[in-house]
C-alpha cells in the first residue's frame, strides 16, 4: 500500500477520519469455510428436493386419476427445459446424498470431524464423477434421436 | 441524571423439556433414513432416467409395469415414507431456525406437517389402490400384461 | 450488567440521613447496594475470597473485567506447594527459598503460613476441579521453577503444581466456575472508583465503594460491612510489561488517595524472558522444563552468575545477569539488544505437551519457530511485590501496626508482606489462594459481629467530580500521549537499574506529566461504554503510583531484590532491613513529591532465617 | 550511560517496514446512532503489529470514542473476539501482515448478540448458557482429606483440550445456527461441558447430558465447522460437539 497517509503519525490533533463510503454492507458476509458452504448447499439442496417431491408425489398420484392424465404431465417432464430441470435436480440430490453421507461420517466416525474437508472435497469429486456420468446420458436421451 | 434503560438482554428462557425428544429422535432419523435413503433414491434415479431411454421411456405402462412387481411397490413405498418424513423433518428445523415469530413458526410448521403427511397418505393409498388395468382406456397407453378387451 | 441486580425503581428507602440507604434504592440517579462482604476485583485473589465468604455472608463481587478475563489467567508456569508427589521437599525449604529469593525482606512469619498452607490451597483447588497434570501414579504432577530449592539451596526441587503452561488459566476458570456454583453475585464491568469512608470515632472507617457501570455509565454505591480489595497489579506504568492493558493499579491507588500506606511500592520484579519488544511472557517453566538462557555466541552465560542454578536462579538475579550481557556487548541480533531462550535441545513432543502455549506466543507474534530456533527475549515488567500492607490475616494495616476494620486486601495489590524485595516464580499463584481463602475466611468472621458503617453524606461526590473534571475538560492534552511519556519514561529510567540521576529525572517528569493531566480533554462524551472516560481515569491512578513507586526507590539507598542501585550497589542490612511505608499527606496537588509523600519504615519479621549473603 | 541497554531496546519492530493499513470499521453509538455505520481509518503500522495495536492506534491518537473490549493483549483472556475480514478472531492474535493489507480491513463486532457499541456487544446470553450447563466438577466422591483425587494421565489427557476454553466466544457466535435465534447453547457452552462430562473425577455427567440433550442442545449443531475454526485456542470444538452427541446416544460418557 502506499503511503499516503503518512500524517496520522502519531500526531497531537485527531486527525478526523473519512466518513464511509455510501454503500456498504449491513455487516459483512461470514467468510466460513469448506463446512459452512457444504451445510448451506446442504440446506439449499434439502428444501429443493422437498419442494420437487411433493410435486412428484402429486403428478404421480396421477396414474390413479387416469392414464391420460398421468401421460400428459409425464410427458412434460420429457421436454429439452425439464430434461434440464432434471439435471439439476440429479444434482442436487447427488450433493446433498453425498454431503448427507460425508455428515453422518463426521457424526459416527471417531476421526471423522479431523477429515472432514477432505471429505468436503471427495464429495465434489464424487458429484463430478456422478454429473458425467450422467449428464450426456440424459442429453441424449432428451436431445438426442430415437422415436 | 437520567436513566438509560438497561441495554442488556434478559437470559433467554429455556423451555423446560418433556414428551418425546424431537431433537434427538430427528437427528437420529437424519441419518438413518439417509443412508437407506441413499440406496432407494439412486434405484429410483437409476432406473427412472438413466436405464433404457431415460426419462423418455416413463409413461403409465412404465409405472404400472413397475408397480406390478411387489418388489418396486416395496420400494417405492419405503421411499415415499422415508424420503417425505426427511424431507418433512428437514423443514422443520429449517423454520424453527428462521421463522422467528410465533405465529408464522406455528404456521408454516403445520403446513409442512399437513402437506408431508397428507402426500404421504395420498401416495400410499396411490401405491395400494393402483389399477394397473383401468377399464375403457386405450390399449396402448396401458402395460401388456392387460388383458385386451 | 449485575448478574443479580434487584432492578426495581426503588425510590422508597431514599433516605441517608442515618447513613443507610436500602438496598436496590436509586436517589439521584446513583444505585444503591447493600452486602455484608464486598469484593472488589474477580482475579484469582478477588474469586478464592469469595469462595469463602459467599457461603456464609451476603456477598458481592465487583470487577471492571468478566471474572474470567482478569489477569491471572495470564500465568502459566505453575503454584507452589511442597507436596513431595514426585521428590523429597518440605514446607520449611520451600519457607527458606521464599525467604532468600526476596532477599530477606519477606516477613517470615508469612512466608511461614504461605508454605504450609501451600498444600490446602493446591488440595483445594484440585478438589474444586482443577485438572493438574498428573504423575504416572495418578497424583498432582510438579515441576521445577526458579530459585525453588531442596535442603536449602542444594539443588532445585520440583515443588511447581501445573496444569501444562495455562496454571493460572486454569485457575482463574475453577474458581470462577465454583463462584457459579455457590451463585455467587458478581458486578461485571463495574468499575470500583472510589471507597467511601465516614468518621467513626475520630477514626476514618471505610463504609463501601463507589463503582462506575460501564455499560450505563451510571454509579453504584455499594455500602458493605466488610470489604476485600484484589485488584491485582499495576504494570501498566511501564511500557513493556507482561501485564494487561487493564492492570492500572485502581485498587491501589484508591487506597493511597484515602490516606492509608503503602508498602514496599519501589519492588517491582522484571521478568527475565518477555518476548523482546512485546514484553509477552514466556513462562519460567520453559526454563524449568530445561530450556537455557544464551547470549550472541551461543554461551550459556547463567553459569557465570550463578553456578548452581544456572537457569533456575530467581528472577532479579537473571534478569540482572541479563542487562549485564547486553551491556557488555554479548547481546544478539542487529542491535546487540536482546538474547536468547533456547528449548530447541527438548523433544518437539515434550514441547507440545507442557509448554504448547508459550511456544505459540513465539510463532504467532515473532514468527520464531521454538523447535529449530532460539527465542529473542528480554526482561520485562511483571510483578508488583508492594501494595496494600496486611498482616498474615489480610487485614489492611492503617500504619505499622493497626489495622483498619472490616478492610483486608490480598492478592498482587497486596503486600504482606511475602514476597520482600523479589518474588519466586509460583509464589504469586499460591498467595492469591492462600492469602485470598484467608481474607474471605477473616471477612466473614468479622461481619458475624460488626455492624454496617454509616455512608457520609453524600458518597459520590469524589468519584463524581473526578468524572466530572474528565467529561468536561477541554484541554490540549491526550491521555494516551501522557500515558506513553510516563511508561517510556519508566523503562528508561525505573527499570532493572536506577540511579538517583534516572529516578530523579522520572519524578520530574512525573510531576510536569501530573500538571498536564489536568489539561486533558476525552472525545468519548457519552454514557454508555465510554472507556475513554475510564482510561483517563486510570491514567490518573498510573501517575499517582509511579510516582510512589519511585519516590520509595529514590530513598532506598541500596540494591536488594528487584530494587538495584548502581549508586549503591550492595545489599545494606544495617540502614535497610526494613519495609517502606508511603503515605499520602498534605496537598496532593503540591509539585513536589516531598511536600505530598511522607515515608516511614516497618520492620522486617525475622523468626528462623538471619539474613544471609545471597549466592546461588 | 546506565541504561544505555535499556534505550535502543524495541528494535525488533524496527526491523519490518512500517506500512499503512486501512481499517474499515462497523461503528454504533447507541446514544445517537439507528443503524451501524462504517468508518475508515488509515493507519501506520509495524510488521509484527496485531489488529489490537491498530484499533489502540485509531483510538489513542484518532477517534477517543472507539470502543472495544481488551485486556491481556495475546490471546489469553478472551476479551476482544471481533470479526476481523468476515471471519471471527481476536483482534491480538491477528497480525496485520497476516491480512491482505493491499485491501481495506473490515472489522465489525462478533454476529448473533446484541450489539451495544461499536465492536462491545451484550455476552450476558453467552454466560448465561455457558452457566446453564453445571460448569463445575459435581463429584460423588469425598476425597481422603487433605489429599488429591487421583486421575490418571491418560484419564486426565482426555479432556485436555476443552479445558483451553478463554470464553471469548468467537465459536458461538460464528456458529450459523446460533445466528439465527439466538436460543441455542452455543459451542462454547458444549465444550464446557464437555469438559466436566469427560473429567473422571466428575460423577454428574447424566445431568449434563441431559440438559444438552435439550431442544436448544447439541443436536442443533449442523457440523458447520466455523466454531472450529474460529476459536483462537484450536480447541476441536465440533469434535467435543461430536463426543457430546455421542456420549448422549450411548448414555455414557
Ligand atoms: C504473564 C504472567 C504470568 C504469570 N505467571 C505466574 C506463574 O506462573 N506463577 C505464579 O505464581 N504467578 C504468576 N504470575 C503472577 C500472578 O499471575 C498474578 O500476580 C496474580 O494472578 C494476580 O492475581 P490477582 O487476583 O491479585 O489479580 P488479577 O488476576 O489481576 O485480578 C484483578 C481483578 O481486579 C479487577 N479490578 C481491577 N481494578 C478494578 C476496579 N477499579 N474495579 C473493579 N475491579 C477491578 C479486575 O477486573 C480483575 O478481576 C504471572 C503474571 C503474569 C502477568
Ligand atoms: C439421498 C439421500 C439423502 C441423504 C443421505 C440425506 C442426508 C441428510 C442428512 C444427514 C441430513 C441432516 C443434516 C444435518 O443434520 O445437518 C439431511 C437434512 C435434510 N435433508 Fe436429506 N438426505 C437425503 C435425501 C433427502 C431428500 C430426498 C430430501 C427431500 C425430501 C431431503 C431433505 C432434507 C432436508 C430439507 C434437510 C434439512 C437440512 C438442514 O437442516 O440443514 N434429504 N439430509
Ligand atoms: S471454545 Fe474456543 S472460541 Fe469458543 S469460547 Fe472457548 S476459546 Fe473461545
Ligand atoms: S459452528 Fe455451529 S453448527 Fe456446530 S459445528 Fe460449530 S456448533
Ligand atoms: S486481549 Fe485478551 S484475548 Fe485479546
Redesign the pocket.
Known amino acids: 500500500m502506499s503511503d499516503k497517509s503518512a500524517g496520522t503519525l502519531a500526531g497531537k490533533q485527531p486527525v478526523t477520519p473519512i466518513i464511509a463510503m455510501p454503500k456498504r454492507p449491513a455487516g459483512t458476509l461470514y467468510r466460513g469455510r469448506e463446512g459452512m458452504w457444504s451445510?448451506v448447499m446442504?440446506?439449499i439442496t434439502?428444501?429443493a428436493?422437498?419442494f420437487f417431491?411433493l410435486v412428484h408425489i402429486l403428478d404421480t398420484a396421477l396414474v390413479r386419476v387416469s392414464p391420460e392424465a398421468y401421460n400428459a404431465v409425464i410427458n412434460q417432464y420429457k421436454t429439452p427445459l425439464m430434461g434440464l430441470g432434471e439435471i439439476g435436480l440429479v444434482a442436487a440430490?447427488g450433493l446433498?446424498?453425498l454431503n448427507?453421507?460425508r455428515?453422518?461420517l463426521i457424526d459416527f466416525w471417531s476421526v471423522g470431524t479431523k477429515h472432514q474437508k477432505l471429505m468436503f472435497y471427495i464429495v465434489i469429486g464424487l458429484w463430478v464423477v456422478l454429473m458425467v456420468g450422467f449428464v450426456p446420458r440424459q442429453f441424449m436421451h432428451i436431445f438426442g434421436g430415437g422415436e | 441524571m437520567t436513566t438509560i434503560e438497561a441495554p442488556r438482554t434478559p437470559a433467554p428462557v429455556r423451555r423446560p423439556r418433556g414428551g418425546v425428544n424431537w431433537e434427538k429422535w430427528g437427528?437420529i432419523y437424519?441419518?438413518a433414513s439417509?443412508?437407506v435413503?441413499?440406496v432407494l433414491?439412486f434405484g429410483h434415479l437409476f432406473v427412472n432416467l438413466v436405464a433404457g431411454d431415460g426419462v423418455k421411456a416413463i409413461d403409465f405402462a412404465f409405472v404400472a409395469g413397475k408397480w406390478a412387481d411387489p418388489f418396486w411397490v416395496a420400494w417405492d413405498t419405503a421411499l415415499l415414507w422415508l424420503?417425505l418424513i426427511?424431507?418433512g423433518n428437514?423443514?422443520r428445523?429449517?423454520i424453527n431456525d428462521y421463522a422467528n415469530n410465533q405465529l408464522v413458526r406455528t404456521v408454516l410448521l403445520s403446513a409442512v406437517a399437513i402437506s408431508t403427511a397428507l402426500l404421504i397418505v395420498l401416495g400410499t393409498l396411490v401405491i395400494y389402490t393402483f389399477d394397473p388395468c383401468p377399464a375403457g382406456t386405450a390399449a396402448d397407453l396401458l402395460p401388456s400384461f392387460c388383458p385386451v378387451p | 450488567m449485575a448478574d443479580n441486580t434487584n432492578g426495581a425503581d426503588n425510590t422508597n428507602g431514599a433516605d441517608n440521613t442515618n447513613g443507610m440507604i436500602e438496598d436496590g434504592a436509586i436517589v439521584d440517579g446513583v444505585h444503591y447496594h447493600q452486602f455484608d462482604i464486598v469484593i472488589v476485583g474477580a482475579g484469582g485473589a478477588g474469586m478464592r475470597a469469595a469462595i469463602e465468604a459467599g457461603p456464609g455472608a451476603r456477598t458481592a463481587v465487583i470487577s471492571k473485567l468478566y471474572p474470567t478475563r482478569s489477569h491471572t489467567g495470564a500465568a502459566q508456569g505453575g503454584m507452589a506447594a511442597a507436596l513431595a508427589n514426585v521428590e523429597d521437599d518440605n514446607w520449611e525449604w520451600h519457607t527458606y527459598d521464599t525467604v532468600k529469593g526476596g532477599d530477606y525482606l519477606v516477613d517470615q512469619d508469612a512466608a511461614e503460613i504461605l508454605a504450609k498452607e501451600a498444600i490446602d490451597a493446591v488440595i483445594d483447588l484440585e478438589n474444586m476441579g482443577l485438572p493438574f497434570n498428573r504423575t504416572p501414579d495418578g497424583l498432582i504432577d510438579q515441576r521445577r521453577f526458579g530459585g525453588h530449592t531442596r535442603e536449602h539451596g542444594k539443588a532445585p526441587v520440583r515443588r511447581a503444581c501445573y496444569a501444562a503452561d495455562r496454571t493460572g488459566h486454569m485457575i482463574l476458570q475453577t474458581l470462577y466456575q465454583n463462584c457459579v456454583r455457590l451463585g455467587i453475585n458478581f458486578f461485571n464491568e463495574f468499575y470500583v472508583l472510589d471507597m467511601v469512608m465516614t468518621e467513626v470515632d475520630g477514626l476514618e472507617q471505610p463504609s463501601g465503594v463507589v463503582a462506575y457501570e460501564l455499560a450505563t455509565g451510571e454509579l453504584h454505591v455499594f455500602q458493605a460491612k466488610a470489604i476485600i480489595f484484589a485488584t491485582g497489579g499495576f504494570g501498566k506504568i511501564y511500557k513493556t510489561t507482561s501485564n494487561a492493558h487493564t492492570l492500572t493499579g485502581d485498587g491501589v491507588g484508591i487506597i493511597w488517595r484515602k490516606g492509608l500506606p503503602l508498602e514496599d511500592m519501589e519492588f517491582f520484579q522484571f521478568h527475565p524472558t518477555g518476548l523482546a519488544g512485546l514484553g509477552i511472557l514466556l513462562s519460567e517453566a520453559a526454563r524449568g522444563e530445561g530450556a537455557i538462557l544464551r547470549n550472541a555466541e551461543g554461551e550459556r552465560f547463567m553459569e557465570r552468575y550463578t553456578p548452581t542454578l544456572k537457569d533456575l536462579a530467581p528472577r532479579d538475579i537473571i534478569a540482572r545477569s541479563m542487562a549485564l550481557e547486553i551491556r557488555e556487548g554479548r547481546g544478539a541480533g542487529p542491535n546487540k539488544d536482546y538474547l536468547y531462550l533456547d528449548i530447541t535441545h527438548l523433544e518437539p513432543a515434550v514441547i507440545d505437551e507442557k509448554l504448547p502455549d508459550i511456544t505459540e506466543f513465539a510463532r504467532t507474534y515473532l514468527g520464531v519457530e521454538p523447535y529449530t530456533e532460539p527465542v529473542p527475549v528480554l526482561p520485562t515488567a511483571h510483578y508488583a511485590m508492594g501494595g496494600i500492607p496486611t498482616n498474615v490475616h489480610a487485614e489492611v494495616l492503617r500504619n505499622n501496626t493497626d489495622v483498619v476494620k472490616g478492610l483486608y486486601a490480598a492478592g498482587e495489590c497486596a503486600c504482606v508482606s511475602v514476597h520482600g524485595s523479589n518474588r519466586l516464580g509460583t509464589n504469586s499463584l499460591l498467595d492469591i489462594n492462600v492469602f485470598g481463602k484467608r481474607a474471605g475466611k477473616r471477612a466473614v468472621e468479622y461481619v458475624q459481629t460488626a455492624e454496617f458503617t454509616p455512608l457520609p453524606e453524600n458518597p459520590t461526590a469524589g468519584i463524581q467530580s473526578i468524572l466530572d473534571m474528565v467529561r468536561a475538560g477541554n484541554g490540549t492534552e491526550r491521555i494516551a500521549v501522557i500515558r506513553k511519556e510516563l511508561q517510556d519514561s519508566m523503562d528508561r529510567n525505573a527499570q532493572i537499574f536506577r540511579t538517583e540521576e534516572s529516578l530523579k529525572e522520572v519524578t520530574d517528569l512525573i510531576e510536569t506529566l501530573r500538571a498536564r493531566y489536568k489539561n486533558i480533554q476525552i472525545q468519548d462524551k457519552g454514557k454508555r461504554f465510554n472507556t475513554d472516560l475510564l482510561e483517563a481515569v486510570e491514567l490518573g491512578f498510573l501517575l499517582d503510583l509511579a510516582e510512589v513507586l519511585v519516590y520509595s526507590a529514590r530513598s532506598r539507598h541500596e540494591s536488594r531484590g528487584g530494587h538495584m542501585r548502581e549508586d549503591f550497589p550492595n545489599r545494606d542490612d544495617e540502614k535497610f532491613l526494613v519495609h517502606t511505608m508511603a503515605y499520602r499527606v498534605g496537598d496532593p496537588e503540591s509539585t513536589d513529591a516531598g511536600e505530598h509523600i511522607r515515608l516511614d519504615w516497618k520492620p522486617v519479621v525475622i523468626t528462623n532465617y538471619p539474613p544471609m549473603e545471597r549466592k546461588y | 550511560m546506565s541504561n544505555a541497554v535499556m534505550e535502543s531496546k524495541p528494535s525488533i519492530p524496527e526491523e519490518i517496514p512500517t506500512f499503512t493499513a486501512t481499517l474499515i470499521i462497523r461503528r454504533f453509538d447507541p446514544e445517537v446512532d439507528d443503524e451501524p455505520r462504517w468508518q475508515d481509518f488509515d493507519v501506520q503500522m509495524h510488521g509484527t503489529d496485531r489488529v489490537l495495536d491498530a484499533l489502540h492506534k485509531i483510538k489513542w491518537e484518532q477517534d477517543g470514542s472507539l470502543t472495544f473490549r481488551r485486556s491481556c493483549a495475546h490471546g489469553v483472556c478472551g476479551s476482544d473476539a471481533m470479526r476481523i475480514n468476515g471471519r471471527n478472531r481476536l483482534a491480538c492474535k491477528t497480525l496485520i501482515k497476516d491480512l491482505d493489507i493491499s485491501k481495506p480491513i473490515y472489522i465489525e463486532a462478533i454476529k448473533g448478540l446484541p450489539l451495544e457499541k461499536d465492536l462491545v456487544v451484550d455476552m450476558e446470553p453467552f454466560f448465561d448458557s455457558f452457566k446453564s450447563v453445571n460448569p463445575f466438577l459435581m463429584a460423588g466422591s469425598v476425597p481422603k482429606a487433605g489429599k488429591e483425587r487421583k486421575q490418571s494421565p491418560v484419564e486426565r489427557a482426555r479432556f485436555d483440550d476443552t479445558t483451553k476454553c478463554i470464553l471469548c466466544a468467537a465459536c458461538t457466535s460464528s456458529c450459523p445456527v446460533f445466528w439465527t435465534d439466538g436460543q441455542y447453547f452455543g459451542p462454547a457452552a458444549i465444550v464446557n461441558a464437555h469438559r466436566f462430562i469427560f473429567d473422571s473425577r466428575d460423577d454428574n455427567a447424566q445431568v449434563r447430558l441431559d440438559i444438552l440433550n435439550d431442544k436448544e442442545g447439541v443436536w442443533r449443531c449442523?457440523?458447520t465447522f466455523n466454531c472450529t475454526d474460529a476459536c483462537p485456542r484450536g480447541i476441536q470444538v465440533t469434535q467435543a460437539i461430536a463426543e457430546v452427541k455421542q456420549a448422549i446416544l450411548r448414555g455414557k460418557a
Do not use: D, E, F, K
Request: hydrophobic share 55%; proline share 0%.
Open positions: 451445510w446442504h440446506r434439502g428444501v428436493i422437498y417431491l440430490i446433498h446424498a448427507g453421507l455428515i453422518i | 437427528w437424519m441419518r439417509g443412508v435413503l441413499v433414491i424420503a426427511h424431507g428437514g423443514m428445523t429449517l | 449442523r457440523t
